[in-house]
């Protein structure tokens, strides 16, 4: 069982450019988010889905969209990137959300510099 | 605002025994969540707090206060693996996580 895998790994990525970046879990879990981790600061929450078809807006939702076609996908796409948006990125899945303080179970993440 | 507040930094000698404080001032409390994160990984889950007390996990403990806005992270026998950051995590009235900063642990030998 894989868990949760993200791609690319890293990236390095000129400004204005279209990029988005994929997130899979294998755990048929129903809630899926979108964190960036910047040094210094806490996690913040970009995006999150409840379940498959919806998504909300989490803390720092600007220059970010997701989708949510099926259970297992969660990409995040960045429409024109600007260097504000060099971070760490991860993904994250729990059994329930919305209402439920189920465990979030964190992929490997993926780092991307804004040039 | 919301607010969780932890240490930067901590420096601790292996074989030792550190408590990593976490205080928070949120819109509503649903459990407090401890993360283990060595650098470049990914969190790891450690304990999730719902009631006040403390919960024992093999050689990490964690504590909780609701009336006091407070925890701590008690990790015994300190093994140079614990070097990481431990980040504090509340889950408010509308079920979103706060995340702090993390605490980094730096153990010595």
């Known amino acids: 069982i894989a868990g949760i895998t993200q791609a690319p790994t890293s990236q390095i990525l000129a400004a204005g450019r279209r990029m988005t970046l994929r997130c899979t879990q294998d755990m048929r879990h129903n809630a899926m988010y979108w964190y960036r981790q910047d040094l210094g600061l806490g996690l913040r929450l970009i995006h999150y889905?409840?379940?498959?078809?919806?998504?909300g807006k989490g803390e720092v939702p600007d220059g970010y969209s997701v989708s949510r076609a099926n259970t297992d996908d969660f990409p995040l796409t960045l429409a024109s990137a600007v260097p504000s948006q060099t971070s760490v990125y991860f993904c994250a899945s729990s059994d329930r959300g919305g209402g439920h303080t189920d465990t979030q179970y964190f992929g490997p993440g993926t780092r991307l510099t804004v040039l | 605002g919301q607010n969780i507040d932890q240490p930067t930094e901590m420096t601790a000698t292996e074989g030792a025994i550190v408590q990593i404080n976490c205080t928070y001032q949120t819109s509503g409390f649903n459990g407090l969540f401890w993360y283990q994160q060595h650098a470049g990984e990914a969190p790891t889950f450690l304990s999730y707090?719902?009631l006040d007390g403390l919960e024992e996990k093999g050689r990490f403990s964690s504590f909780l206060s609701r009336s006091k806005g407070y925890s701590y992270l008690l990790l015994k026998e300190l093994q140079m693996k614990d070097s990481a950051s431990y980040l504090c995590a509340v889950v408010d009235s509308n079920y979103q996580l706060i995340w702090g900063a993390g605490t980094k642990l730096i153990i010595k030998p």
């Open positions: 707090n719902v």
């Open positions: 889905s409840n379940t498959a078809g919806t998504t």
